[in-house]
C-alpha cells in the first residue's frame, strides 16, 4: 500500500524525471535513456522504469530516516527502565538522550560537503555502520558514560539520513515536485517514531532495553548494506570551491530569515517528543505508562500525517503561487498556540495539543523546500545541511535546557511539580515569539536581485 501511494505521488502530473547524473537536464522516458554513471551507462540500453526508481533511490533512504526517527525518539519510552537500573536525575536524562542531537549537529556542515563531494550512497551507508556500532553499545553498557558514548555514536551515525535523502531527491526529481517528495519521505521516515511508542513498549515488556538495542544495531547495519547495494551511484561534479559554496549559503539573508523560526519550531517540537512530552504527561497530567506510551503513539501518527498533509498543501499552494514560506509562518503560530495552551493549562485535550506539537516536527517539509527554491541543485547538500545544523542545535539545546531547569525544583515520589516544566517551556517560547517577529518583518525580505546564481567555481 505504501509502495502504491508513493508511486502515484511521483508520477502524477509529471512526464519527466532528472537523470541519475548530477547536473544534467531532467529528461522524458520518450527521449532518451536514464543517465548512469560512465561504466553503467555501456550496459543500460534501456529507460529505468518509475517503479525501479522508487524502489532503488526513494526507499532505500526512507530506511535510513526510519531508523533516524526510531533512535530519536526511543528515549521517551526508555526512560523509566534507564532510570530505575542506573539511578538517572532529569539532569542526566536530559544529556543522555540531547548528546544524540550534539554529534547529529556537530556532523551537519562536513556532512552537507561530503554529499556534494562523494553523493548520498556513500555518505549514508558509512554512517550508518556508525549507528549499528552506537546500537551495540548502548546495549552492553553497564554505566553512564558508555550509554552516553552510544547514544554519541548514534546521534553520528543517522546524523545524514535526512540531508542525503533530500539530496538523492534534489538529484533524481524534478524541482517542483520536491516539497510533496519531501512530504513523503518524513511521513514514511516517521513511521520509525510510531514504532517507538506502544510496539517498542511491547518489546521492551519481552526482551528489556539491551536486548532492543541489540536488535537496533541489526537494523541499522541492514539498512547500511541496502543503501550501498541498491541505491546507484550518480555521477558526481568536479570538485570547486566548496567552502565558497557553503559561505555562500550563509551569506544570503533569505537563509538567516528563515532559519531562526525554522529551527526554534522544529528543533523544540524534536526535543518535546524525544523526551520531555513524555514526563509532562507522566508528572503534570498525571498519566501512567499505559497512558503516556498511548499519547506517544498518536504524537507520532500525528508526525507522520502532518508530513503528508504540509507536503501535499505546500504543493497545491504552489500551483497558486504562494510559496512555502506562507505556510511555515502559519505553522509557526499554530505552534505557539498550542505551547501557550499547554503552558497555561487550557481545558484543551492532551492529545490535540500534543499532537500539534509533534506535527511541526515534520515541518522540514517547508523548509528544505524553500531551501531548494534558494539555491541551486549542486549546493543542496550544504544548504540543508547548514540549516538542518540549526534545527539540531536547538534540539540538543532544548532538551538539555529543559532538564537543567526542571532539576531546580525537587522532585516528590519521583515527579517533578508542574511549574518546573511550565517555566522551561515558557523560556524557550519566548524565543519562538521573536523568532516568528524577525521573519515576518519587511527587512528581513530580500529584493529579487539578490537571488542566487552559481558560479562555475562553486559546482
Known amino acids: 500500500m505504501a509502495f502504491q501511494a508513493v508511486e502515484a505521488a511521483l508520477f502524477t502530473e509529471f512526464g519527466t524525471c532528472r537523470g541519475i547524473a548530477e547536473g544534467e537536464e531532467a529528461v522524458t522516458p520518450t527521449q532518451s535513456p536514464w543517465t548512469w554513471p560512465a561504466k553503467e551507462r555501456e550496459m543500460a540500453k534501456e529507460p529505468i522504469e518509475f517503479r525501479s526508481l522508487i524502489l532503488r533511490v526513494f526507499l532505500p533512504f526512507v530506511a535510513g530516516y526510519y531508523i533516524a526517527y526510531l533512535f530519536r525518539t526511543i528515549n521517551a519510552v526508555m526512560a523509566a527502565p534507564l532510570t530505575a537500573e542506573l539511578g538517572l536525575g532529569a539532569d542526566d536524562l536530559g544529556l543522555l538522550t540531547s548528546v544524540y542531537f550534539l554529534t547529529f549537529a556537530a556532523a551537519q556542515i ?17 554512517l550508518l555502520v556508525v549507528a549499528a556500532i552506537g546500537s551495540g553499545l548502548f546495549a552492553v553498557s553497564d554505566n553512564f558514560w558508555m550509554l552516553l558514548a552510544g547514544r554519541a555514536l548514534i546521534g553520528l551515525g543517522v546524523a545524514s539520513a535526512l540531508t542525503a535523502g ?34 517498542a513498549g511491547m518489546l521492551l515488556d519481552v526482551m528489556g532495553w539491551r536486548e532492543l538495542f541489540g536488535l537496533f544495531a541489526g537494523l541499522s547495519a541492514a539498512s547500511a548494506a541496502l543503501v550501498y547495494l541498491v541505491v546507484p551511484e550518480a555521477k558526481l561534479p568536479a570538485c570547486g570551491a566548496v567552502l565558497v559554496g557553503l559561505k555562500t549559503v550563509y551569506a544570503d539573508p533569505r537563509f538567516w530569515r528563515v532559519a531562526p523560526l525554522s529551527a526554534s519550531c522544529i528543533g523544540t ?26 499519547h506517544l503513539f498518536g504524537m507520532a501518527v500525528a508526525l507522520s500525517l502532518g508530513a503528508i498533509l504540509l507536503g501535499t498543501a505546500a504543493d497545491r499552494l504552489r500551483k497558486r503561487g504562494v510559496g512555502p514560506e506562507v505556510l511555515l509562518g502559519f505553522v509557526a503560530v499554530v505552534f505557539i498556540a498550542a505551547q501557550f495552551a499547554l503552558i497555561l493549562r487550557l481545558p484543551i485535550p492532551a492529545f490535540l495539543e500534543w499532537a500539534v506539537v509533534a506535527a511541526v516536527g515534520a515541518a522540514t517539509v ?12 549542486e549546493l543542496a547538500g550544504r544548504a540543508n545541511g547548514a540549516l538542518n545544523l540549526f534545527h539540531i542545535a536547538m534540539a540538543f539545546a532544548v532538551q ?34 521573536a523568532a516568528w517577529i524577525w521573519f515576518a518583518l519587511p527587512w528581513t525580505h530580500p529584493e529579487p536581485s539578490m537571488q542566487y546564481r552559481l558560479r562555475p567555481s562553486e559546482s
Open 110 to 126: 562536513p556532512i552537507g560537503i561530503l554529499l556534494d563531494r562523494y553523493g548520498p550512497r556513500r555518505i549514508q551507508s558509512a
Open 166 to 199: 533530500l539530496k538523492a531527491l534534489v538529484l533524481w526529481f524534478p524541482g517542483e515536485r520536491v516539497p510533496l517528495l519531501n512530504g513523503l519521505m518524513v511521513m514514511l521516515g516517521a513511521l520509525g517514531a510510531v514504532t517507538a511508542t506502544l510496539p
Open 269 to 294: 517540537a524534536w526535543a518535546l517528543q524525544g523526551l520531555w512530552a513524555a514526563q509532562w504527561l507522566k508528572d503534570v497530567d498525571g498519566f501512567d505508562r499505559a497512558e503516556v506510551v498511548q
Open 366 to 377: 517547508l523548509s528544505f523546500a524553500i531551501m531548494a527554491g534558494y539555491f541551486p541543485k
Open 400 to 433: 538539555y535546557a529543559t532538564g537543567v531547569v526542571v532539576q531546580q525544583w525537587t522532585a516528590e515520589a519521583g515527579h517533578y511539580p508542574a511549574i518546573a516544566y511550565q517555566t522551561a517551556c515558557a523560556v524557550n517560547l519566548a524565543l519562538q515569539v
